[in-house]
Nanobody
Framework: QVHLVESGGGLVQAGGSLRLSCAAS????????ISWFRQAPGKEREFVAA????????TYAGFVKGRFTISRDNAGNTLYLQMNSLNPADTAGYYC?????????????????WGQGTQVTVSS
């Protein structure tokens, strides 16, 4: 099993940046594909980004448009999401998720373990 805890959310002005972290505990963190999802009030959870087990492969949702960077530190059991050029549409709860996957899957149903989320609010 993997236990995930997100941090780094907060209130930021449009155009600003935040760096989210996801600390993992448990065994074999490096064997999991890890992703970020987000969910705004009244909306479905949506995929943001995913990273492969070694960190050498990544994929992003179209709305990211080069603004976000996902990375991982397997030695430190931590996942990151660097978010730049934030806008109010990025306001949501952000969740990290882990799964024993062979692909960088964008479907939330493919992931077995989830964190509790961290809130990101972008003011205009």
């Amino acid at each position: 099993q993997v236990h995930l805890v997100e941090s780094g959310g907060g209130l930021v002005q449009a155009g600003g940046s935040l760096r989210l972290s996801c600390a993992a505990s448990g065994r074999s963190f490096s064997t999991y594909v890890i992703s970020w999802f987000r969910q705004a009030p009244g909306k479905e959870r949506e995929f943001v980004a995913a990273i492969g087990t070694t960190g050498s492969t990544t994929t992003y949702a179209g709305f990211v448009k080069g603004r976000f960077t996902i990375s991982r530190d397997n030695a430190g059991n931590t996942l990151y999401l660097q978010m730049n050029s934030l806008n109010p549409a990025d306001t949501a709860g952000y969740y990290c998720a882990a799964g024993l996957l062979r692909i960088l899957d964008s479907r939330a149903s493919s992931y077995d373990y989830w964190g509790q989320g961290t809130q990101v609010t972008v003011s205009s």
